[in-house]
């Protein structure tokens, strides 16, 4: 089992349409998915029409209140589970600063998941924020997926991201966190300036940069108020497509890593 953070400090680039679309995606394929919501605004979780639960988010595991397989709940998607979040989620970062292992207490909670192996791969989808849930999904991941905009500042975003990293790799929290993969969002072909930010990233970060580009459609912003992934909403679109190509790439890349023998 994976952990992937799906985490940019910015919002309004793309987390949680690609943590919903890859994760259906991914099931699609044959894989087992768990999205972990992270986010108190719950996007992901009305993204699959579950926006009414409440009382199920990572607030009591998180806490130590219950184990988190206790709020793993199925999705109409099949392979695909989702633990929700809800606004009791806002309130959690007070809770765990005052607590001693307030940087590791997501990756103590995600440990009966690593112990049973359920799962091919736990999505996690971060807010836009550097607060304490963020930072406590960097240091229970295995590797970061971020998303960037196809705009002016992207680069800069990205700066930020290392920089994050790094000060989470030198706190003793998690010491293997990298960058596994930049997915570049919202690319408009009729522009010079998309062209020109995703050859800077290339430049800059090379095969981090996956081949595969998202398109900026209509449908991808549509789909989330339907309850449905692009995947169910438009499945022979432009951006079903895409999500497709990603998830077959983000595989590849997986099974590429997994198969190279340790120094």
């Known amino acids: 089992m994976k952990i992937i953070a799906v985490a940019n400090q910015k919002g309004g680039v793309g987390k949680t349409t690609t943590s919903v679309n890859l994760g259906c995606a991914l099931a699609e394929a044959g894989l087992r998915i768990l999205i972990i919501d992270l986010d108190p605004q719950g996007n992901a979780t009305s993204s699959f029409g579950l926006q009414e639960l409440e009382g199920e988010s990572l607030y009591d595991p998180l806490l130590g209140g219950v184990s988190i397989t206790e709020k793993i709940l199925p999705t109409r998607v099949d392979r695909v589970f989702i633990v929700p979040a ?124 996956y081949d595969t580009v998202i398109p900026r459609t209509v449908r991808l912003s549509e789909a989330p108020s339907f309850g449905k992934s692009i995947l169910e909403y438009d499945s022979n679109g432009t951006g079903a497509r895409a999500y497709r190509a990603l998830a077959k790439e983000f595989v590849q890349r997986h099974e590429s890593r997994d198969s190279t023998p340790p120094l």
């Open 86 to 209: 809800d606004l009791d989620l806002a309130g959690v970062e007070v809770e765990i600063a005052r607590m001693e292992n307030h940087l590791t207490r997501l990756a103590d909670t995600l440990a009966p998941l690593r112990a049973d192996d359920t799962f091919d791969f736990v999505l996690l989808d971060c807010p836009p924020s550097l607060g304490i849930l963020m930072t406590n999904a960097l240091a229970a991941a295995d590797e970061l997926l971020t998303p960037i905009q196809c705009e002016y500042f992207a680069l800069e975003g990205l700066v930020k991201i290392v920089r994050i990293i790094e000060q989470v790799r030198d706190s003793g929290a998690n010491d293997r966190l990298e960058i596994g993969g930049i997915v570049m969002t919202m690319f408009d072909s009729r522009t010079n300036l998309s062209t020109q930010v995703v050859a800077d990233v290339r430049e800059h970060f090379g095969a981090r940069v």
